[in-house]
C-alpha cells in the first residue's frame, strides 16, 4: 500500500468512525437541496420499513435545529387530513427552515422555522401519503389504530438510525387531523413505556392545532363562525342552531342533512362560496391557472396577502416533483405510478374513526403528567376556536383542574399574540391572533414564540415587556 493510499484508507476509517460516534445514517443525508440558500445545521431524509414483510416503509424528513442541535429537544410536526402530507405542509409550507421559491425551482429560508428551538421531524404518515409506500396494496386500507402502531414502530426504527435521540426530550405535534395522530401516538409510546423493562420514550409534551377533538362540538362551530364573522345571516345561523341536531354527531349522519337541516346547511355552501378559503377566511385565493403559467415560464412571482404567498401550495407541488429534489431527499426510491401531492389519493382511511372522541386519551395523557397544548388560529372556520377552547375547558372539568392562568391576552413583540388560558399547570388553551388553520403558514412570528414556549415550558407572557423569544 503506497502512502497516499494508507492516506486515503485511513481518512475512510475516520469518516466511518465519525459518523457512527455521531449517531448518523450517511445515506440519509441531505447534501443540498436544489436552489437551497446556505445554511449551518444538517438534513436528513428517507424510509424507515415499518413492515418488511409487507414492504410497508414511511418516508421522513428530518432537520437538525439552527444552533446547538446537541442540547435541543426533537420535536415530531404532523399534518392531518387524513391522508396529507407533513413534508408538503410542515416542513416545506409553515414551521420547516425553508419555503418554496416563486419559480418552484428553489427554495428561500424561512426566518422563523421551528428548528430555532427544537430539532424537526417529520414523516409523511400512514403509508400511501406522499413518498411512503406499501407493495401491499391492502395496506392502503388504515386508519387510526394502524397509522399510531406504524407511527410507533418507526419512532423505534428510526432511533436505531439516530441513537444519539433515544433520551432526548420528545414533544408531539400536528394540527387538524392530527388531533387524532398526536393523542394516539402519544397513548401508544405511553403503553410501551408502562411494559418496557428497556428503552422508554422520554416523552415531555404534546401540542395540537385547530385540532378535529370531537364531532358534536367542533362541527357547529363551524356554523358559529361563519355566523360571527358576518359570512351568514341571522336568520340562517339560528335556523342551524336550532334545527340541527348535533348531539352525538358523527360523519354521514342521514338525520343532520334532513330538511331544514340539510336545506339551511346547503344555503351556507352557496352563500359563503368558492371564493373564500375555508381554512383562513381573510387570505385572498390563489388562482391555479395563473400561477401554473407562471411556474411554466419560470417567473418569479410575488403573490402576498397579509405577508403570505397566497400561492405556495402550487409552487410546493412543482417543486417537489422535480426529479433532482426527489433525488436529493432520497425519495420516491420505488418509483411510484403517480406524482407527489398533498393529500393522497391512494389512501383508504377510514371514514368512521374520525367521529372517535379524543377527549378520554387526553385525559389519559395529562394524568401521566405530560403538559397538553391547544392552540387555535382564530381565522380558521374548518375546526374552530369556538369548539376546541370549550372541549379544553370540558376536559379541565373533567379533570378537576383549576383555572391555574385566568382567560387573557398574550403578547409577543409589544403586540396581542392572541389568548391564553391554563388549568391545573397542565393543560393549556391559546390562540394565535390573525393565523388561520395553519398557524405557523399564516402567523409565523407568533407561532415560534408560542412554541418555544410550549418545549422550554414557560408560560406566554401576559405583559408587553419583550422576552428573550421576542
Known sequence: MTGREWACWVLIVLGRVSLVVEGYPAQDLVVNLPGQPKVGFKQFAGYVDVDVKNGRSLFYYFVEADGHPESKPLTLWLNGGPGCSSIGGGAFTELGP?????????????????????????????????????????????????????????????????????????????????????????????????????????????????????????????????????????????????????????????????????????????????YV??????????????????????????????????????????????????????????????PWSMCSGVVNYSGTDGNINMLPLLKRIVQNNIPVWVFSGDQDSVVPLLGSRTLVRELAHDLDFKVTVPYGAWFHKGQVGGWATEYGNLLTFATVRGAAHMVPYAQPSRALHLFSSFVRGRRLPNTTHPSIDD
Open 98 to 274: 425553508f419555503y418554496p421559491r416563486g419559480d418552484g425551482r428553489g427554495l428561500r429560508r424561512n426566518s422563523m422555522s421551528w428548528n430555532r428551538a427544537s430539532n424537526l421531524l417529520f414523516v409523511e404518515s400512514p403509508a400511501g401519503v406522499g413518498w411512503s409506500y406499501s407493495d401491499t396494496t391492502s395496506d392502503y386500507n388504515c386508519g387510526d389504530e394502524s397509522s399510531a402502531k406504524d407511527m410507533h414502530t418507526f419512532f423505534l426504527k428510526w432511533f436505531e438510525k439516530f441513537p444519539t435521540y433515544k433520551s432526548r426530550e420528545l414533544f408531539l405535534t400536528g394540527e387538524s387531523y392530527a388531533g387524532h395522530y398526536i393523542p394516539q401516538l402519544a397513548v401508544a409510546l405511553l403503553d410501551h413505556n408502562a411494559h418496557s423493562t428497556g428503552f422508554k420514550f422520554n416523552l415531555k409534551g404534546i401540542a395540537i392545532g385547530n385540532p378535529l377533538l370531537k364531532l358534536d362540538r367542533d362541527v357547529p362551530a363551524t356554523y358559529e363562525f361563519f355566523w360571527s364573522h358576518g359570512m351568514i345571516s341571522d336568520e340562517l345561523g339560528l335556523t342551524i342552531m336550532n334545527e340541527c341536531d348535533f348531539d352525538d354527531y358523527v360523519f354521514a349522519s342521514p338525520h343532520n342533512v334532513t330538511h331544514p337541516c340539510g336545506e339551511a346547511m346547503s344555503k351556507v355552501n352557496t352563500i359563503v362560496g368558492e
Open 277 to 338: 378559503n375555508y381554512y383562513d377566511v381573510i387570505l385572498d385565493m390563489c388562482y391555479p391557472s395563473i400561477v401554473e403559467q407562471e411556474l411554466r415560464l419560470r417567473k418569479m412571482a410575488t403573490k402576498l396577502s397579509v405577508g403570505v404567498d397566497v400561492c405556495m401550495t402550487y409552487e410546493r407541488r412543482f417543486y417537489l416533483n422535480l426529479p433532482e429534489v426527489q433525488k436529493a431527499l432520497h425519495a420516491n426510491r420505488t418509483k411510484l405510478p403517480y
